[in-house]
C-alpha cells in the first residue's frame, strides 16, 4: 500500500524558515518524480514544484510564488521527500501536500497534509 | 497556462446529471486530470488524459475533451460524490489547476 506521511508544519514568523518531510512507503520512491501541492484554507489547490528521479538528475521546477525562496530535495536512501521554505510570507500559510506523480505524469497519490501557518 | 473551471458552485440532488466545465487559456491536447477532493481530505485523482479513469473509481465518472475545452461529467450523482472536483494540467510547467467547483446537496 503506497503510503506518504508529512511532517514539520507548524507556526513560523514572517521571514522565518522551515522544513518538512514526507517518508513515503509501498512503492519504488527512486523511481517516481515527487512533487509539493499547497492549499490555502478555504482555498484552491497550488502546485508548489517537482523533483524528478535520478535519472533525470533530480532536477527540481517550481511555481514562481516561490522560486527562489523554496528548495525541493529528496534522499533516495531514506525514501524521502523535503521541502526547505525560506523567507516564509504570511500568503504561504497552507496545508502542504506530499504529492507522488504516475509515469503519465498525473498526481496518483497524496499525503494526509501538514499545515504550515505563518504568522506574527 | 489558466484553468477556469465553471460553475464555482453547483447545488443538485442525488441522482442528477452533473457537468463541469474546465476551459484551458491555450491548447493542452489532452493532458487534463480531474480530482475529487472531500473536506478535511487529501484530493483523490479521478481522471487522466482527460478521458481515462483512474483504477477503483465508478463509472458514472467520465470526462471528456481536448485542446482548450474540458468537462467532467457524474451521471447519477450519489451522496458520497458531494465534494470539490478540480481540473489540473500536465501539458507544460507550470503545473495548473483549475479554481474548483463546490458541489453541494440541494
Known amino acids: 500500500e503506497v503510503q506518504l506521511v508529512e511532517s514539520g508544519g507548524g507556526l513560523v514568523q514572517p521571514g522565518g524558515s522551515l522544513r518538512l518531510s514526507c517518508a513515503a512507503s509501498?512503492?519504488?520512491?527512486?523511481?517516481?518524480?515527487m512533487d509539493w501541492v499547497r492549499q490555502a484554507p478555504g482555498k484552491g489547490l497550488e502546485w508548489v514544484g517537482r523533483t524528478r528521479n535520478k535519472a533525470n538528475s533530480y532536477t527540481t521546477e517550481y511555481a514562481e510564488s516561490v522560486k527562489g525562496r523554496f528548495t525541493i530535495s529528496r534522499d533516495d536512501s531514506k525514501n524521502s521527500l523535503y521541502l526547505q521554505m525560506n523567507s516564509l510570507k504570511t500568503d504561504d500559510t497552507a496545508v502542504y501536500y506530499c504529492?507522488?506523480?504516475?509515469?503519465?505524469?498525473?498526481?496518483?497519490?497524496w499525503g494526509q497534509g501538514t499545515l504550515v501557518t505563518v504568522s506574527s | 497556462i489558466q484553468l477556469t473551471q465553471s460553475p464555482s458552485f453547483l447545488s443538485a440532488s442525488v441522482g442528477d446529471r452533473v457537468t463541469i466545465t474546465c476551459r484551458a487559456s491555450?491548447?493542452?491536447?489532452?493532458?487534463l486530470a480531474w480530482y475529487q477532493q472531500k473536506p478535511g481530505k487529501a484530493p483523490k485523482l479521478l481522471i487522466y488524459g482527460a478521458s481515462t479513469l483512474q483504477s477503483g473509481v465508478p463509472s458514472r465518472f467520465s470526462g471528456s475533451g481536448s485542446g482548450t475545452e474540458f468537462t467532467l461529467t457524474v451521471s447519477s450523482l450519489q451522496p458520497e460524490d458531494f465534494a470539490s472536483y478540480y481540473c489540473?494540467?500536465?501539458?507544460?510547467?507550470?503545473?495548473?489547476f483549475g479554481g474548483g467547483t463546490k458541489v453541494e446537496i440541494k
Open positions: 509501498g512503492f519504488t520512491f527512486s523511481d517516481h518524480y
Open positions: 504529492v507522488r506523480v504516475d509515469t503519465n505524469f498525473y498526481l496518483d497519490y
Open positions: 491555450q491548447g493542452i491536447s489532452s493532458y
Open positions: 489540473q494540467q500536465r501539458n507544460s510547467y507550470p503545473v495548473s
